[in-house]
């Protein structure tokens, strides 16, 4: 089983990313798919999430609105859209894949917004 964020970078407040996370060896399709993000000398947050069934989506209330999760189950693929990106999205970012007691993790990709 394997997640692989990428997508990550350096960027200045108000422009946008969009982070991708590849995963295998897995029904992907079946799987809830969630983004978490963990700045430095925080708790890991919750983004965003999309169920695996029909396409839920959730958000935090601090990135509603300007971020969006999608998937693409062909390309065994999630994504999340960040625009208007503010100093405080600042972490590391951080793919989920659940499906009952099944939960697997990527390594994250680091999101730097700054001027």
């Known amino acids: 089983v394997q997640l692989v964020e990428s997508g990550g970078g350096l960027v200045q407040p108000g422009e946008s990313l969009r982070l991708s996370c590849a995963a295998s060896?897995?029904?992907?399709?079946?799987?809830?798919m969630r983004w978490y993000r963990q700045a430095p000398g925080k708790e890991r947050e919750l983004v965003a999430a999309?169920?695996?069934?029909?396409?839920?989506?959730d958000y935090s209330d601090s990135v509603k609105g300007r971020f969006t999760i999608s998937r693409d189950n062909a390309k065994n693929t999630v994504y999340l859209q960040m625009n208007s990106l503010k100093p405080e999205d600042t972490a590391v970012y951080y793919c989920?894949?659940?499906?009952?007691?099944?939960?697997?993790w990527g390594q994250g990709t680091q999101v730097n917004v700054s001027s």
């Open positions: 989920h894949a659940r499906l009952g007691l099944r939960r697997y």
């Open positions: 060896g897995f029904t992907f399709s079946s799987y809830h």
């Open positions: 999309i169920t695996g069934g029909d396409g839920s989506t």
